[in-house]
């Protein structure tokens, strides 16, 4: 396959106000993969942005694309592109071990599901801000005992997952804090509040602005439902995607050198020319070999 067209279930606003969705996303070259598998970065979201710069052919009106819209669009969009670069890269069809998460059992589950079976919530409102009013109990009270309710936000990007990964590793709870504050544009008067006065919002104001940020934000739905064969319960367990993804990537390094060697033995092709391929065609080519080696045998025989 060589190009996959999309739907965003959120989509990128241009400084205009247009909505860009439709596109087209191509698989990973040798070249990319090999950047994959030789990375071990725990912090995957700006790697996330490279690989999706590279592979994105186009969206919307925009072509070529750039990190820095690749780096504005929503998390759930970049998840969403994540997944369908694997389609394209490697099929539809995903298979994983996992254990089960009952301490009296801990056996080897296999999971295997398709792409497609995920569950996609497509965004109703495009942004790129929202405007929301705190409930009278909620309200931001500023330094002089004025409350205001009114709040305008923007949904969280890659460029917020790339800034807060290393500090989400060591303290969740002030992450999500500075989230916050990078997501929230204006409290009543105040525009960009900052840390500052974000730090102010009280935990049922907090709460209510980011259940207003769930109900308008596109999700892709990563929690899957598995049966344990071994005791037989169920149970619901969190689908990493940027880690399975990378990890295939690092299992199949040595198998995609392999292929290269192949190809460069056989057809005298130069190193960069076998990397600049995708998955896909190498494989074709692999296939025409094997099947032109055997048709040889057949007639010596």
């Known amino acids: 396959m060589d190009k ?9 606003v241009d400084e205009g106000g247009t ?12 070249r990319e993969e090999e950047l994959l598998a030789g990375n071990d970065r725990r912090e995957s979201a700006s790697l996330v ?9 186009r969206l919307g ?17 970049r998840q969403y592109l994540l997944l ?13 071990t996992i254990s089960c998460p009952w301490p009296d059992c801990s056996k080897r589950v296999d999971i295997d599901f398709l ?43 890659g460029a917020d997952q790339e800034a807060l990964s290393p500090l989400l590793s060591e303290n969740e709870a002030r992450a999500l804090t500075r ?3 990078r997501c929230v544009q204006s409290i009543g008067p105040l525009k960009n509040p900052g840390n500052t006065h974000t730090c102010r919002l009280s935990p049922l104001a907090r709460k209510e602005i980011e259940s207003r940020m769930a109900e308008a934000a596109p999700h892709v739905e990563l929690n899957l439902r598995a049966n344990c064969p071994e005791c ?37 092709w130069s190193e960069q020319e076998i990397m600049e391929m995708p998955r896909g065609k190498r494989r074709k080519y692999i296939e025409v070999l094997a099947d032109e080696t055997e048709r040889l045998n057949n007639a010596i025989r």
């Open 4 to 12: 996959l067209s999309f739907r965003l279930p959120g989509g990128y």
């Open 19 to 30: 909505v860009h969705r439709q596109g087209e996303i191509a698989p990973l070259s040798g």
């Open 49 to 57: 942005t490279t690989v999706l710069r590279c592979c994105l052919r």
């Open 61 to 77: 009106d925009i072509s070529p694309i750039s990190e820095e819209v690749v780096r504005n669009l929503l998390i759930a969009d």
């Open 84 to 96: 369908k670069l694997r389609e394209v890269t490697f099929g539809d069809q995903v298979q994983a």
């Open 115 to 157: 792409t497609e079976d995920i569950p996609i919530k497509e965004s109703k409102e495009k942004g790129p801000t929202y405007e929301m009013e705190l409930s009278p109990e909620a309200a931001f009270i500023d330094c002089n005992n004025k409350a205001y309710r009114k709040i305008i936000f923007r949904l969280p990007n």
């Open 179 to 181: 989230l916050l504050a």
């Open 232 to 268: 037989g319960r169920a149970f619901v367990i969190p689908f990493d995607l940027h880690r399975y993804f990378f990890g295939e990537m690092r299992t199949s390094i040595n198998l995609l050198y392999r292929e290269v060697h192949y190809l460069a033995y056989h057809y005298h």
